[in-house]
T-cell receptor
Framework: SQQGEEDPQALSIQEGENATMNCSYK?????LQWYRQNSGRGLVHLIL?????REKHSGRLRVTLDTSKKSSSLLITASRAADTASYFC????????????????FGKGTKLSVIP | DTGVSQDPRHKITKRGQNVTFRCDPI?????LYWYRQTLGQGPEFLTY????????KSRLLSDRFSAERPKGSFSTLEIQRTEQGDSAMYLC???????????????FGPGTRLTVL
């Protein structure tokens, strides 16, 4: 079953604008990860934010996490046509062994279109 | 290329036939995962291995599905008596999990797209 729900389902912006995607989830997590998927292809890992972190940056990406609201956001600044893809959040539950969870639970994704 | 590889990339089969997919993980990774993704949905977990041991199976994995990782390296996913509902992208991922390393990133392969006619 899908735990995360991304919002919006689809987003269309002009090149150079910022894109914000949101993710909500239901259960306690160890960490949350964002992935990108180009049409019909595999997933590319973008960023991981731990449950005790509130914000993380990687290049043009900014991720926030609010565990009290069980939500996360992904901001892509200065978007490019090459950013056109589907973006998924995935939650990673706590593993008792301390070695990290075995299973990611994905949302349905946000389809981002960046118009040149 | 040292990433996760999957073979074949595309498979078209007739209903009732058996199919087998292969995944080669990143060489030092001890965990290997299989996911299924249908159109417009996110990936859904099927099963995972730590080394050669299959440690968890989802309810999505019916008895027509079997996965192996005999030597703790590559893995195969077999679907017997395929049904049209099995049409999907089958994704493999790998990660390095160890004591004291609480956060593991999964690295995905390009997927095998299965079409059952």
């Amino acid at each position: 079953s899908q735990q995360g729900e991304e919002d919006p389902q689809a987003l269309s912006i002009q090149e150079g604008e910022n894109a914000t995607m949101n993710c909500s989830y239901k259960t306690s997590i160890n960490n949350l990860q964002w992935y990108r998927q180009n049409s019909g292809r595999g997933l590319v890992h973008l960023i991981l934010i731990r449950s005790n972190e509130r914000e993380k940056h990687s290049g043009r990406l900014r991720v926030t996490l609010d565990t009290s609201k069980k939500s996360s956001s992904l901001l892509i600044t200065a978007s490019r046509a090459a950013d056109t893809a589907s973006y998924f959040c995935a939650t990673d539950a706590e593993d008792d062994s301390g070695a990290g969870s075995y299973q990611l639970t994905f949302g349905k994704g946000t389809k981002l279109s960046v118009i040149p | 290329d040292t990433g996760v590889s999957q073979d074949p990339r595309h498979k078209i089969t007739k209903r009732g036939q058996n199919v087998t997919f292969r995944c080669d993980p990143i060489s030092e990774h001890n965990r290997l995962y299989w996911y299924r993704q249908t159109l417009g949905q996110g990936p859904e977990f099927l099963t995972y291995f730590q080394n050669e041991a299959q440690l968890e199976k989802s309810r999505l994995l019916s008895d027509r599905f079997s996965a192996e990782r005999p030597k703790g390296s590559f893995s195969t996913l077999e679907i017997q008596r395929t049904e049209q509902g099995d049409s999907a992208m089958y994704l493999c991922a790998s990660s390095l999990a160890a004591r004291g390393r609480r956060y593991n990133e999964q690295f995905f392969g390009p997927g095998t797209r299965l079409t059952v006619l």
